[in-house]
């Protein structure tokens, strides 16, 4: 087994792989659960899936799943700690007002259209590669796209026109 | 801000990590020899009662309701391979039982025809449990199945202690069908309405079935989620 070779690949990785939790999940004790949740499934498959063409995605759709097993769950999502983990950087009043709002905008989203939000304008996804990870067509996350930046033009967030997708 | 910008910025500053890679890789390793160990002390036992001609002990090991099959009395007659094990013959049979039992369930749940249990060994943490979902109508749904005991009857998970998602309203439910925990949404949430009834029952028999609607889609009510966790096909302990 390649222990090194997937320390190597999650370990260059787990960063971007935890903010993306958070994008969907909303908060980061959740998104800690998912990523580890998917870490651990991707280890146990790592010696067939290791020399996959599109590795990244696999583990993407992992995050995903493990997110969206998570949502199964919605009263279990709750954690106890005896303090909040500390923030690498102190934060004004007005990042932080920023960033509730579109977490909020994201929540008021369908599970799918947040994760194809997410996928598409934070991960810089293509259409297909966001189809790959989603494991449906690129007509349903076009689909699926145009429904939630509706969603989110209308709640006044700053969305691109996408008129040429179609 | 535009979208892109919003969400990057939404990120930044995260706290430290909540888990550690390498403990995952030791879990992943403790998880995966005890697979293989399970794997080859079963096979060992089918093949050592193979080789002893102890045919007939392996048939009644089928478990009530499968039809005994009458092969040749030789030993080499009998076609077992190292992985098929008691332990998965039982599963099978639990996972074909729970999937009969749906045809019973209320018809406002729309389960289709073809809706088929799946047993998971369960990962991450999670106890192994039975499976099966399915989309009709805008209507995403859930049945978990695991085998767990009741939660102390003192303990309310839905009280002041909870943290729980305070969208949702919940309930809890003490009565001879065993705990019951009602989680929704429904009345309140108009993009995406959700609602969670998790069953426990006093035949250690714990049953969490889900129904999610996207955009306008109604769920099944409160009543008949609740009616199809309690439904006594759906128990682990016939």
């Avoid at chain 1, 939000?117 to 145009?146: H, M, N, W």
């Avoid at chain 2, 005991?149 to 009280?159: I, K, R, S, T, V």
Wanted: negative net charge; glycine residues 6%.
């Amino acid at each position: 087994m390649d222990d090194a070779g997937f320390r190597d690949y999650i370990g260059s990785r787990l960063d971007r792989l935890r903010r993306t939790a958070f994008l969907m999940c909303g908060d980061w004790h959740t998104a800690d659960d998912v990523v580890s949740t998917a870490v651990l499934k991707v280890y146990q498959d790592w010696r067939r899936i290791s020399r996959m063409e599109h590795l990244d995605a696999y583990v993407r759709r992992a995050v995903v799943n493990a997110w969206l097993d998570e949502r199964r769950r919605p009263w279990r999502r709750e954690r106890s700690v005896p303090e909040l983990p500390p923030r690498a950087h102190p934060a004004d009043d007005h990042s932080v007002h920023d960033r509730i709002a579109i977490l909020e905008h994201l929540d008021a989203l369908p599970a799918r259209r947040r994760a194809v939000i997410v996928l598409r304008f934070y991960c810089d996804l293509s259409v297909e590669e966001t189809a790959q990870v989603l494991d449906c067509s690129p007509g349903t996350v076009k689909s699926q796209t145009a429904r939630a930046l509706d969603t989110l033009r209308a709640s006044m967030v700053d969305v691109p026109d996408l008129v040429s997708e179609g | 801000m535009g979208l892109t910008d919003e969400l990057r910025s939404a990120v930044e500053s995260p706290p430290p990590q909540g888990f550690d890679l390498e403990d995952l890789i030791q879990r992943g390793r403790t998880r995966r020899n005890r697979s293989r160990a399970l794997l080859g002390v079963a096979g060992f036992v089918a093949v050592a009662m193979v080789t002893a001609g102890a045919y007939a002990a392996i048939t009644a090991l089928r478990p009530a309701g499968h039809a005994v099959q009458h092969a040749a009395a030789t030993p080499t007659a009998a076609k077992i391979t190292p992985k098929t094990t008691a332990t998965e013959s039982a599963v099978d049979a639990t996972a074909d039982r729970l999937t009969a039992a749906l045809a019973s369930l209320p018809t406002s749940l729309h389960i289709p025809s073809d809706a088929q249990f799946y047993y998971h060994a369960g990962d991450g943490g999670t106890l192994p449990y039975y499976n099966v979902h399915w989309q009709v109508n805008g209507v995403m749904a859930y049945i978990d199945i695991s085998d767990e005991p009741m939660p102390d009857p003192h303990e309310n998970a839905c009280g002041p202690g909870s943290r729980g998602d305070p969208t949702y309203g919940c309930t809890h439910t003490i009565d001879s069908d065993g705990i019951t925990y009602t989680v929704s949404n429904a009345r309140t949430a108009t993009t995406q309405r959700s609602t969670t009834v998790d069953a426990f029952r006093p035949d250690h028999t714990h049953v969490m079935i889900t129904a999610t609607g996207i955009g306008r889609a109604q769920i099944p009510s409160e009543d008949a989620l609740t009616s199809a966790a309690h439904n006594a096909g759906l128990s682990l302990h016939p």
